[in-house]
């Protein structure tokens, strides 16, 4: 029976204010917030940005030196967030040489797809790692070879090295074409001229990381080039 001094309302309000906050108990519980979206969610973040700047943590440290910790950190994400975008950390640095080739190191591809002859590119190619290598806002010297150093993980060692052993045998090509064509003597060691491509600019890129100025390695790429045989001539 409901008294009529107003007891039974003050009971159902008393009641309706134990049910919110009975609810709001099982909201802090479960971690919902003000619009149902569970706490510790994983924030967004943009992922061009997030990958650049694992780029240059690889490119400054190496692929061994970087940890997992070290990209969460740099790429200012959750451990969960980088499995999710990117995968594990040898997919991500994957993905990583795939945007340095692109962004970076696509002077070689450059100058062998424009330059007329093998010497052409090859001086151009020399000239502008000196630029590219001691360029200020990134780490010096070429990721692919910085990035092998100290490397323990085989499959990624093995990835590096292959990429710079197809620059050296697309120079090699170049200069096969060049023999054959006749604007280098037929005595021309194809092979051992484009292996010294790749050790000068291998060698670059050390050095640029070891402090040498873009002048002294312009420097570098003119004795390089003296080595050449002259256009039209034989060497024997």
């Known amino acids: 029976m409901v008294n009529d001094d107003g007891t039974a309302k003050a009971e159902r309000a008393g009641a309706a204010a134990t049910g919110r906050a009975a609810a709001a108990g099982r909201a802090v519980a479960t971690g919902e917030g003000k619009k149902g979206r569970p706490r510790g969610r994983p924030r967004s973040f943009d992922r061009e940005t997030a990958l650049e700047k694992a780029l240059l943590a690889f490119w400054e440290h190496g692929y061994e030196a970087t940890s997992v910790s070290d990209l969460t950190r740099v790429m200012d994400i959750g451990a969960p967030s ?9 997919s991500l640095f994957e ?7 692109a962004r970076y190191g696509s002077f ?8 007329s002859t093998a010497r052409s590119a090859v001086e151009r190619t020399l000239r502008e790692a000196a ?5 200020p806002g990134h780490p010096h010297g070429c990721l692919v070879v910085h990035a092998a150093a100290n490397c323990s993980t085989p499959e990624v060692e093995q990835s590096l090295r292959d990429r710079r052993n197809a ?24 092979a051992a001229l484009a292996r010294h491509t790749g050790a000068m600019i291998q060698g670059m890129s050390q050095q640029a990381r070891d402090g040498a100025s ?4 312009e420097a570098v790429a003119e004795i390089a080039m003296s080595i050449w045989p002259r256009t039209g001539t034989h060497t024997g």
């Open 167 to 190: 620059n050296i045998a697309a120079f090699e090509s170049r200069i096969r074409a060049d023999v054959a064509a006749g604007v280098l003597p037929p005595d021309t060691d194809s």
């Open 108 to 115: 070689t591809d450059r100058a062998l797809a424009e330059e």
């Open 82 to 90: 980088l499995y999710a975008a990117f995968g594990d950390k040898r």
């Open 131 to 135: 630029t590219a290598y001691t360029e």
């Open 95 to 101: 993905e990583v040489v795939h945007v340095y080739g």
């Open 214 to 217: 873009r002048e002294e390695l």
